[in-house]
């Protein structure tokens, strides 16, 4: 069975606004730098063919540095919640 660790954060949860790809990256990579961050983040979206599929059809590209609240929904429905 599948458990969120950051399940305790309960009261913190992601609005439904664009956000930048290094504040996304850094909320699910809290305890390395922002660049590193950023660069495990777009290489688990690499790795996952079907994310990338639909990030696609959003107009996403792998340089873009600011996601739209569906490319974020798309992104933490597939990886889960950052917290």
């Not at 909320?27 to 639909?54: C, G, H, M, V």
Request: charged share 20%.
């Amino acid at each position: 069975m599948y458990t969120n660790m950051h399940q305790q954060n309960n009261c913190q949860s992601l609005t439904n606004r664009s956000y930048g790809f290094k504040e996304l990256a850094v909320l699910y990579f809290p305890n390395i730098a922002p660049a590193s961050a950023s660069i495990r983040l777009k290489q688990w979206i690499k790795d996952d063919t079907e994310l990338l599929e639909a990030l696609q059809e959003t107009n996403y590209q792998l340089s873009n540095r600011i996601l739209t609240p569906k490319q974020k929904e798309l992104i933490t429905i597939s990886f889960g919640s950052p917290f």
